[in-house]
């Protein structure tokens, strides 16, 4: 069983990258909104991964830090979704935003997912609304101190890229922390706490 692969961006795929490490390549699937799409080959990355075997396959699957890949392993738990519907859900709704829509009881939201129906969705929030961290899900994860207002999910999403990059928690945080509140994506959010960090 593979915890995590730490190791060079080889290339991507579609719905994937390649990560090299110990002369091996290993194809790891990942979110549609990874982090990893950020990064440049032959940078330095590592992704927390869930190895699936089946009869005639096996498959990996990564993600920026381990409450994403709890979250993953959470959906697989529920009748009827798969490896790869929970992959579809993290990469239709970002992780802040799918653990309030299953404590909210929003089972719309999650329709938003390739392949996920109202029955299915109705399904997650009811097996799982019990399972989630309610505070957890209101901060996505970070003190609120450090963020708050409408920028929640977006800034949660950036410090879950930038420790998929490479940096601490706490450095991803501190670099957030300081970019003043404003009506900013992910990406750019990203970008600006890059340039602080370097």
């Not at 549609?32 to 080959?41: C, F, G, Q």
């Not at 381990?66 to 993290?90: C, D, H, P, Y």
């Not at 802040?96 to 109705?122: H, P, S, V, W, Y």
């Not at 901060?139 to 609120?144: H, K, N, R």
């Amino acid at each position: 069983m593979l915890h995590f692969i730490k190791g060079t961006l080889a290339g991507q795929f579609s719905g994937g990258v390649v990560i090299e490490t110990g002369g091996l390549g290993y194809e790891v699937y990942v979110p549609d909104n990874s982090a990893m799409y950020l990064a440049k080959e032959g940078q330095q990355v590592q992704v927390y991964t869930a190895m699936i075997v089946r009869e005639d396959d096996i498959s990996i699957y990564g993600f920026a830090d381990r409450e994403s890949l709890q979250l993953f392993r959470k959906l697989m738990t529920v009748n009827g979704v798969g490896a790869k519907a929970a992959l579809a859900i993290l990469s239709a709704l970002p992780m802040g935003e799918l653990q309030k829509a299953i404590i909210f009881e929003d089972a719309a939201a999650l329709t938003k997912a390739n392949g996920i129906g109202k029955k299915i969705a109705q399904r997650i929030v009811l097996e799982l609304k019990d399972k989630l961290d309610g505070a957890e899900a209101i901060s996505g994860g970070l003190s609120t101190e450090a963020v708050t207002g409408a920028q929640v999910n977006e800034k949660g999403e950036a410090v879950h890229a930038l420790v998929a990059l490479g940096y601490s928690k706490g450095e991803a945080v501190e670099a957030l922390a300081g970019i003043p509140e404003q009506e900013l994506t992910v990406e750019e959010y990203i970008k600006r706490a890059l340039k602080r960090l370097c």
